[in-house]
């Protein structure tokens, strides 16, 4: 008699993000990203903010030798350079060989054609967890997208099967960011209802968010690690947004409130913004 699945307990799941944003900081993990040129100064200010140390580099040799040291690797294939394109295998091979948990950020992936074949072959290296928009993982899955370059066409819930079938693929988490976050291993789904609309008119909050989850990864679990981060970032956008003006004064209010954010709080309002389910 196979016994049902039991969905994980959102208290449970909270404790485990607060430990865990407690852990990154007492521990400072390197997260080497190959990162969007767009987004880069964000990404790593958000990553110096919860606690992480970044490290850019994107040149071939030197991206994979810091792959081999790092606590955690980010691939954001926003702006695939000749460097970092040359780069991408070589330190995805390395991070993976060296059993260092790799988040996939599958930038525009199902509009693009170079991108969505280098992000398929990604894939088989096993991301801890890929982290996109409802378009961006279907076109992963295989599946048709209405997806509009870099911003998504597709509900949240469009993606959810897919999401499961990625992350069972794969061995570890999807995250898909929209209005609700949905962060699923597979076996259990989250949606987070947490944020704030002003982290849509900022250029590269979905890519701090990557490197957010690279960090996350580097101390805990892969569905911890991505409903974590996107709850870090979503009370952090929700408290910079009382103080600020508009899209100019968000982002340092963004920033001081990640680095404020306290594994309590964070563990507080998850608990709150959850609804944990198991796929049907």
């Not at 970044?54 to 040149?59: D, H, V």
């Not at 690797?73 to 070589?90: E, F, S």
């Not at 609309?197 to 805990?220: I, K, P, W, Y």
Request: hydrophobic share 50%; net charge negative; charged share 15%.
């Amino acid at each position: 008699m196979t016994t049902p699945a039991v969905p994980c307990p959102p208290e449970d799941l909270a404790a485990r993000a607060g430990l865990a944003l407690d852990d990154l900081r007492a521990r400072t993990p390197l997260v080497q990203c190959l990162t969007n040129e767009v987004t880069t100064n964000l990404v790593a200010n958000a990553l110096l903010a919860i606690g992480a140390s970044p490290a850019m580099a994107s040149a071939p040799g030197e991206a994979e030798e810091l792959a081999a040291v790092a606590g955690a690797v980010l691939v954001n294939l926003g702006t695939l350079g000749p460097d970092q394109r040359a780069a991408v295998a070589p330190t995805v091979a390395v991070a993976a060989g060296a059993g260092t948990p790799w988040v996939l950020d599958p930038v525009a992936v199902g509009v693009l054609s170079v991108r969505t074949r280098l992000a398929a072959r990604l894939v088989a290296e096993r991301p801890a967890v890929v982290r996109g928009n409802a378009s961006e993982v279907r076109a992963l899955a295989g599946l048709t997208t209405a997806g509009r370059g870099v911003d998504a066409g597709d509900e949240v819930d469009a993606a959810a099967e897919a999401a499961d079938a990625l992350a069972l693929r794969t061995g570890g988490a999807v995250a898909v960011s929209g209005p609700v976050d949905l962060v699923t291993d597979g076996r259990t789904r989250v949606r987070l209802a947490v944020g704030d609309r002003l982290l849509t008119t900022v250029t590269g909050a979905g890519c701090a968010l990557g490197g957010l989850v690279a960090a996350f990864a580097a101390v805990t679990d892969p569905l911890t690690a991505g409903a974590g981060a996107s709850t870090a970032l979503g009370v952090a956008a929700e408290r910079a947004a009382q103080v600020a003006r508009g899209p100019g004064s968000f982002v340092p209010a963004l920033l001081d409130e990640l680095h404020a954010l306290t594994g309590a709080d964070l563990a507080e309002r998850l608990v709150v913004a959850a609804r944990v389910a198991v796929p049907a």
